[in-house]
């Protein structure tokens, strides 16, 4: 009997994507307190791309895609 193995990337693709999520829900929620350069808004940057980058390891890596 043969198991269908699932890639660790596609797992980290998920992460990613959970972990993006979380810092830009809180990034969007509560605001910075006096911190440098706090405008920029670095949580909105960061969290959008660790959900454009989980969403595209989580596609390239999707359990039973050929490719």
């Known amino acids: 009997m043969h198991a269908k193995m699932i890639s660790i990337w596609f797992f980290i693709g ?3 994507g959970i972990y ?7 990034a ?3 605001p ?3 911190v440098v ?4 808004r ?3 940057w960061w969290g959008a791309l660790l959900i454009v980058l989980g969403g595209v390891y989580t596609y390239l ?3 039973g895609r050929k490719g």
């Open 28 to 30: 969007l929620i509560m």
């Open 14 to 16: 998920a992460l990613l």
């Open 37 to 40: 350069m706090a405008d920029l």
């Open 20 to 26: 993006g999520v979380i810092i830009l829900t809180s």
């Open 32 to 34: 910075l307190p006096n």
């Open 42 to 44: 670095p949580g909105i």
């Open 61 to 63: 890596f999707w359990p």
